[in-house]
C-alpha cells in the first residue's frame, strides 16, 4: 500500500509540475524583446524614446508609466485603462521584474492586453533574471 501511496504521489507531483511548465510558456517572440542597453541608451541621449509601462510591482527606470501589478484586478484595470487612452500603434515597451521571466505573474497577462487590444507596436524588456541583475546592477538609469 505504502509502494502505491508514493507512485501515487510522484505521478501527482509530476503532472503538476508538467502543468505548471505548460501554463507559462513566452506570448512574446525574440524580436519582440529589447535588451536593456538599447532602452537605457535612448532614455540617456532623449530620442525615440518608447512608451514605457512598468506592469510589476515598481517603476524603476525613469520616464516608465507605473500600472501596478498586471496580474492583480487593480493592475489590469490600470493598465487596461492606460491602453486605451493611447494609439494602437504606439510604441510601447513593458517590464516587471520581479522574477526570472518564467516565474513573473505579470508579463504574460500585460501582453495578452496588448495583443487583445490590437497593439501592434509593443516590446518587452529583456529582464530574464530581475530588475536588480539585469538593470540596476549594470548601472542603467533608475528613477528617484
Not at 538599447?38 to 512608451?51: F, H, M, N, R, S
Not at 494609439?87 to 515597451?93: A, F, S
Request: proline share 8%; glycine share 6%; charged share 15%.
Amino acid at each position: 500500500m505504502k509502494k502505491g501511496n508514493a507512485l501515487f504521489i510522484t505521478i501527482v507531483l509530476l503532472f503538476i509540475s508538467f502543468i505548471t511548465k505548460a501554463q507559462n510558456p513566452p506570448n512574446w517572440t525574440d524580436k519582440q524583446l529589447v535588451e536593456p542597453a538599447t532602452l537605457a541608451a535612448q532614455i540617456k541621449e532623449g530620442k525615440d524614446v518608447p512608451y514605457i509601462i512598468s506592469v510589476g510591482p515598481g517603476a524603476v527606470i525613469p520616464g516608465s508609466h507605473k500600472m501596478g501589478m498586471a496580474s492583480t484586478e487593480e493592475g489590469a484595470k490600470a493598465l487596461n485603462a492606460t491602453l486605451d487612452s493611447l494609439p494602437k500603434t504606439t510604441k510601447l515597451v513593458i517590464y516587471c521584474g520581479c522574477c526570472p521571466f518564467e516565474h513573473c505573474p505579470n508579463v504574460r497577462p500585460a501582453i495578452n492586453a496588448l495583443k487583445e487590444k490590437g497593439f501592434t507596436n509593443y516590446y518587452l524588456l529583456n529582464l530574464p533574471t530581475n530588475i536588480k541583475t539585469d538593470w540596476i546592477s549594470k548601472g542603467y538609469p533608475t528613477a528617484n
